[in-house]
């Protein structure tokens, strides 16, 4: 019994009162579903670990740790919506130039040299807990947000691309022209080096970054977004039921995208 | 006894000098133009992508940032080490290592994604990283070296000479480390990520420094018509010779450490056998034209100051190959991101990143280059930094006159001695 109902008999519970009759039940049946289709794009929140918005004005929190786990044997050879997803909602293209191009993520395809079997993935920034890229950069432009997100202040940035000499994963792209097509939650700027940025703007929002949602969408279910440090997370079950591998975990950068069935 | 040593300025006799000065104006307005219209079209009009993210302005930089370091060899051992036969040299090597140190910073600054926020670099900083502290390392070098020079031209402030000098060689030791580092940091490179960068940084400038010091010093002489005689020559000349062998020393120790590792094989087979450009470059520019050749025509020729300039002219040349394959090949070989598997990607991921020098970044290069020479010129016009005379006569506390020639009876016999006067010259 709550609290409320102990001081107030007249709301107190009753077994005619909790009765509900079965139009009642259709009608809040209806609503339910209604309800789900209008939250259609957060559905896959639900299956890919909770993830609540962060208010205004707060300071993101060292207690969470947000990270990505990859299934690689879920991950299509071929499927690259988790790409095309992305360059929608940052606003990146391709520009023709294939060395110059931006890219915040991009498919690798493996093939054991040994057993000749071959297999793809998604690569991206892997937001390391001791980030390399953070470490060279001259102006600290470069850094890690507290929960865990690597992110390019594109005010500070002044193009040396130190960071991208020094990260591992060859995960940062420098702009080399003028870009187009600009998304307000992602500015970006000819001379400054950007990369993937977890979706930053929609998880501060509650919601999971684009690559996992279209995956997720599409059926594959390869990502799950979450809450590394909360052992409730879908993404901390998941990641604790299989062993899973860091890339280059030999350089002890702890990163927060994990793969499993590599 | 020597007679105090005289500095003066390059005299009305060097020809043209005004013309030499406005070319290098042009090359330096043409380096402008080059970063202009780099920054404005952006870098994808470089050579420069996504895999090799430093290219030749890089290579032109630390080459000019090396080498103004070990431009001080020679005010260096003057004060520091107390070889008075070097003090002569001593302004003309501070001048130059300001000069190259500027010219190499130029170029670095105007390569920048964002050239016009050189004010955020120098007021917002992290001190974790080896970027900031070069940032203080090289203007600290700068005016640590003018105050260097202020010491050794002002009488007043003769005193204190050596111990801007001490302070000067070991600022350059942290520089040198510190630009060294700036690769042997890298724990993500096969190429790099190696503590053997600082100290192989630190026997580059020695050698390359005296080389253009070298180059640039006799170059004047010639070029203004002063005296300059063969005991110079032959002590610069060994010198360098010397810190040649010492930067093959590095080299060697480098490579022989990777084979042993077979990790490091891959790296090192690229380097030293199938790396295309850069194994040619590596044998044929570093370590034949830029290191046995010299090092013979130094350690036989050096008498004869044209010698030691070709000497020296290889060993820049040799130099430049060295910084290329260290920071172009290195970049190219591939990231070592999934161990015993083939990797491909759009962003070319497990191959070898192609590169080709552009011309804008050439340019600016050598408009950096254009920079250092520019500010020697000046230097050597308005301030007295050059040694009167560097003939023997002039600098060698040792120094005896030939004899006269004996009467013409004994012409035979004279004639005999004259020939092993060389040999004797060169095993003393």
Known sequence: MSKCAKHCPEIAPNDAQNAIDPGRRRLLAGAGALTTLMLAPGVSLMMSGAVEARPAGVAASAKIRWGILIDVSKCPDGCDLCVTACKDENGWQETGRAETNVQWIRKVTLKDKNTGAIKTLPFMCQHCAEPPCVDVCPTGASFKRADGIVLVDKHTCIGCRYCMMACPYAARSFVHEQVTNQKPHAPRGKGTVESCTMCVHRVDKGQIPACVEACTKAGNRTMIFGDLNDPNSEIAKAAGQHLTTRIRADLGLDPGILYSGL | ?428
Not at chain 2, 108 to 120: F, T
């Open chain 2, 1 to 428: 006894m020597l007679k105090p040593t005289v500095f003066d300025q390059i005299t009305d006799k060097a020809p043209g000098y005004y013309v030499v000065v406005g070319l290098l104006a042009v090359a330096i307005a043409i380096g402008l133009v080059s970063a202009y219209t780099m920054e404005t079209s952006g870098h994808h009009i470089t050579g420069m992508s996504n895999r090799i993210v430093w290219g030749m302005p890089h290579v032109f930089a630390v080459f000019l940032i090396v080498a103004a370091s070990g431009a001080l060899n020679a005010a260096s051992i003057s004060s520091v080490f107390g070889r008075t036969f070097y003090k002569p040299l001593a302004r003309i090597s501070g001048v130059t290592s300001i000069a190259l140190l500027i010219g190499g910073l130029s170029v670095l600054v105007l390569d920048l994604g964002r050239p016009d926020r050189l004010i955020v670099a120098m007021t917002t900083y992290n001190f974790k990283s080896i970027f900031a502290w070069n940032i203080f390392l090289y203007t600290g070098f700068m005016v640590i070296v003018v105050v260097y020079l202020w010491m050794m031209m002002e009488r007043r402030m003769a005193r204190f000479t050596k111990a801007a000098g001490m302070t000067a060689f070991l600022w350059r030791l942290a520089l040198t480390t510190g630009t060294g580092s700036i690769f042997g940091f890298l724990v993500a490179r096969q190429a790099y990520d190696a503590a053997i960068m600082a100290p192989l940084f630190i026997a580059m400038s020695l050698s390359l420094g005296m080389a253009v010091f070298t180059l640039v010093l006799f170059s004047i002489f010639w070029w203004s018509g002063k005296p300059i005689g063969s005991t110079i020559s032959q002590r610069l000349g060994r010198l360098l010779g010397i810190l040649i062998a010492a930067v093959l020393y590095f080299v060697i120790a480098q490579h022989l450490t990777n084979l042993y590792a077979t990790e490091h094989h891959g790296i090192e087979r690229f380097i030293l056998i199938d790396g295309g450009v850069y194994t040619h470059l590596f044998w044929w520019g570093q370590i034949l034209i830029g290191s046995l050749i010299p090092m013979y025509l130094l350690f036989k020729m050096a008498k004869c100051p044209c010698m030691v300039m070709g000497a020296a002219g290889l060993v820049i040349v040799g130099g430049f190959a060295q910084i290329y394959v260290i920071i172009i090949g290195g970049q190219a070989y591939p990231l070592l991101m999934f161990p015993g598997m083939e990797v491909t990607s759009s962003f070319f991921d497990g191959g070898i990143a192609a590169y080709a020098p552009s011309l804008p970044e050439v340019l600016l290069g050598l408009g950096g280059g254009a920079i250092a020479l520019l500010g020697i010129a000046l230097a050597v016009k308005t301030l007295p930094v050059l040694p009167h005379s560097l003939a023997n006569a002039d600098i060698d506390p040792d120094y005896t006159p030939p004899p006269e020639p004996e009467p013409e009876p004994e012409k035979e016999e004279a004639a005999g001695e004259d020939d092993e006067a060389p040999e004797a010259a060169a095993s003393s």
